[in-house]
T-cell receptor, first 115, second 113 residues
Framework: DTGVSQDPRHKITKRGQNVTFRCDPISEHNRLYWYRQTLGQGPEFLTYFQNEAQLEKSRLLSDRFSAERPKGSFSTLEIQRTEQGDSAMYLC?????????????FGQGTRLTVV | LAKTTQPISMDSYEGQEVNITCSHNNIATNDYITWYQQFPSQGPRFIIQGYKTKVTNEVASLFIPADRKSSTLSLPRVSLSDTAVYYCLVGDPMDTGRRALTFGSGTRLQVQP
């Protein structure tokens, strides 16, 4: 158990619907990352928060994607008007800033299937 | 970003030592080398991190030559449960952005009985 929780674990949705995923990081971790992973590929960076500030967003994050981290605690990733190409595993990770250790703790992921 | 190159896949047998080499010719002075392991349907898991020479923990060893342009993850006496994808990452752990956590395609290790 890494301590990072993601909910739901699986989501099946129809094309065009909106979906929202939640990530609860390890409580003292101030960095939070979202990644997307498709079959056979490594995780692709989507966005990154330090506390409540969203510091960086990948070009992969189209205007249909939005992420929030209110109060610097849990985070949500919303996908609007889902497309079949959005089908993937969405991973959340957290870590601590300011340590000489890039050890990030990942959640189990949310597997999204768009039909 | 320092680009990393790893073999796409490797095969081994139980009990053997496995060495996975990663090339990172453009590694920067402040960059560290970190390896992650990922099992199917799970998030990646930190294995080991190093800056130079050799680092060893209960799971693996990491060898880094003096020029730091490559690194080798060594798994002693692998078992079937070591079958996974292994990722080599290069980045500055003090970086406030994503640079420290950029994954490549990884190396798929298959351990046979």
């Amino acid at each position: 158990d890494t301590g990072v929780s993601q909910d739901p674990r699986h989501k099946i949705t129809k094309r065009g619907q909106n979906v929202t995923f939640r990530c609860d990081p390890i409580s003292e971790h101030n960095r939070l990352y979202w990644y997307r992973q498709t079959l056979g590929q490594g995780p692709e960076f989507l966005t990154y928060f330090q506390n409540e500030a969203q510091l960086e967003k990948s070009r992969l994050l189209s205007d249909r994607f939005s992420a929030e981290r209110p109060k610097g605690s849990f985070s949500t990733l919303e996908i609007q008007r889902t497309e079949q190409g959005d089908s993937a595993m969405y991973l959340c990770a957290s870590s601590v800033q300011g340590t000489l250790n890039t050890e990030a703790f990942f959640g189990q992921g949310t597997r999204l299937t768009v039909v | 970003l320092a680009k990393t190159t790893q073999p796409i896949s490797m095969d081994s047998y139980e009990g053997q030592e496995v060495n996975i080499t990663c090339s990172h010719n453009n590694i920067a002075t402040n960059d560290y080398i970190t390896w992650y392991q990922q099992f199917p349907s799970q998030g990646p898991r930190f294995i080991i991190q190093g800056y130079k020479t050799k680092v060893t923990n209960e799971v693996a060893s990491l060898f880094i030559p003096a020029d730091r342009k490559s690194s080798t993850l060594s798994l002693p006496r692998v078992s079937l449960s070591d079958t996974a994808v292994y990722y080599c990452l290069v980045g500055d752990p003090m970086d406030t952005g994503r640079r420290a956590l950029t994954f490549g395609s990884g190396t798929r290790l298959q351990v046979q009985p």
